[in-house]
C-alpha cells in the first residue's frame, strides 16, 4: 500500500505557508467540490466554476479559524452546498430541495461523501493502480489509451483493473477505522 | 457505506472526475494573489469611498491594480473583503 497524508497533516502545512500542501489541499478535494456543483447542484458550468473557486479563496482564508483540523472535509462540503444553494437564490432559481424531492438531492450528495472516502482509498492504494483506475472509471480512457500512457500490453488491462479492484477493496475494508482523511500510514 | 462489493466501488470512482484543469490551477494559484489582493483590501479599509468603487465593480478594482480579474482572484477579493 502507499501512505497519504491525513487531511489534518495538510492543513497544519498549509497553515505555515507551505505552499506544496495549498496545492495538495486544492488537488484532494477539488473534484469533490467540482462533483457537488455539477452533479449535486447541477450549476450551470459559469455558476460552478464561480462556486468553486469561492469555496478555495474561503478556505484559503479561513483556515486559521478552522476550530479542528480533521474538520476540513465536512467543513469543505457545507461550504460548497451552502454557496451553491446561495447561487441559485442569486440567480432567481430556488434550491433543487424545493424543486424536487429533498431526499434525492440529500441521496446525491451522500453518494459524492461516500465517492470522497473511495477516492482516498485510490490514493493509498498507490500506483500503479491508482493511475490505472483513474484513467479507466474517472477519466474514460479505453484499455489501448491506457496500456499506451503507463507502457503495459493493452490485453493485460482488463486483469489490472480487476486485481486494482479488489485491492482497492481490501484498502477500504481496513480503512474503516482509520480518521477521516488518513489512509495506509508511513 | 454499508458494503464494499466491485461494481459499487467502481461506480462511486466514476463520480469524482477530474474538475477543469484551469480552475484547479487558479484555485492553486491563490496564495501568489494573496498580497496585491491584501494591499487592494488594506486601501480599501482605509478609504471608504475606494472600498465603495471596489465593492461596485470587483473586476475593474483588479484591473486598476494589474490583477487579472480571474474568478478566482474575483473570489479571493471578495472574499477578503468581506473578512476584513
Same mark, same amino acid.
Given at each position: ?10 492543513? !497544519? ?22 462533483a ?24 484559503y ?16 462540503g457545507?461550504?460548497?452546498? !451552502?454557496?451553491c444553494?446561495?447561487?441559485l ?41 491508482r ?43 481496513e480503512?474503516?477505522? !482509520? ?5 495506509s500510514?508511513? | ?27 492553486q ?18 478609504d471608504?469611498?475606494?472600498?465603495a ?17 480571474t474568478?478566482?482572484?474575483?473570489a ?9
Open positions: 500500500m502507499s501512505t497519504v497524508t491525513s487531511d489534518a497533516e495538510v492543513v !497544519r502545512r498549509c497553515r505555515s505557508g507551505d505552499a506544496e500542501a495549498w496545492n495538495e489541499l486544492v488537488e484532494r478535494f477539488s473534484r469533490y467540490v467540482y457537488i456543483c455539477t452533479q449535486g447542484f447541477r450549476l450551470q458550468q459559469q455558476d460552478a466554476e464561480d462556486v468553486f473557486q469561492e469555496v478555495f479563496a474561503r478556505v482564508v479561513g483556515l486559521d479559524r478552522l476550530r479542528s483540523d480533521e474538520a476540513i472535509r465536512p467543513w469543505i457545507q461550504l460548497t452546498r !451552502r454557496l444553494i446561495d447561487r437564490r442569486a440567480a432567481g432559481r430556488e434550491a433543487p430541495a424545493e424543486l424536487e424531492e429533498e431526499a434525492a438531492l440529500d441521496e446525491r450528495l451522500a453518494l459524492l461523501d461516500e465517492a470522497l472516502a473511495v477516492r482516498s482509498g485510490l490514493d493509498a492504494v498507490g500506483e500503479p493502480c493511475e490505472i483506475l483513474d484513467r479507466f472509471f474517472c477519466r474514460d480512457e479505453s484499455y489501448k489509451t491506457i496500456g499506451e500512457a503507463l507502457e503495459l500490453p493493452a490485453g493485460t488491462i482488463a486483469s489490472r483493473i480487476s486485481r486494482c479492484l479488489a485491492k482497492l477493496r481490501g484498502e477500504l475494508e480503512g474503516r477505522s !482509520r480518521p477521516s482523511g488518513a489512509s500510514s508511513r | 457505506m454499508t458494503g464494499y462489493d466491485i461494481e459499487r466501488i467502481a461506480g462511486l470512482l466514476r463520480l469524482l472526475r477530474p474538475a477543469p484543469s484551469g480552475w484547479v490551477r487558479a484555485a494559484e491563490l496564495p501568489q494573489a494573496r498580497s496585491e489582493v491584501a494591499a487592494l483590501v488594506a486601501r480599501a479599509e482605509a471608504a469611498a475606494f472600498r468603487r471596489v465593492v461596485a465593480d470587483l473586476e475593474a478594482a483588479l484591473e486598476a491594480e494589474g490583477i487579472a480579474p474568478p478566482s482572484t474575483v479571493a477579493l471578495r472574499v477578503r473583503l468581506e473578512a476584513d
